[in-house]
């Protein structure tokens, strides 16, 4: 199980949160997703044989927001 942390910009409310962690938590390998709207992040837990960087960076990009 690995971690990472990713900067996300555009995210202003409650809806945005929600759209990122559904964006990502379906992804095949995601373990658990945690989003932070003060702090610009998300924190995902997941399964590097099931999922890559890019696929997170494309589900936050097909949410509407930019990864930093």
Do not use: R, W
């Not at 809806?15 to 658990?32: I, M, P």
Request: a negative charge; hydrophobic letters at 45%; glycine letters at 8%.
């Amino acid at each position: 199980m690995n971690k990472i942390t990713l900067m996300i910009e555009g995210m202003s409310c409650s809806h945005c949160v929600k759209a990122v962690t559904d964006g990502v938590g379906e992804l095949a390998g995601v373990e658990s997703v945690v989003v932070d709207l003060v702090g610009k992040t998300a924190i995902i837990e997941y399964q590097p044989e099931k999922v890559a960087l890019e696929d997170f960076k494309q589900a936050i990009a097909e949410a509407g927001f930019d990864v930093q």
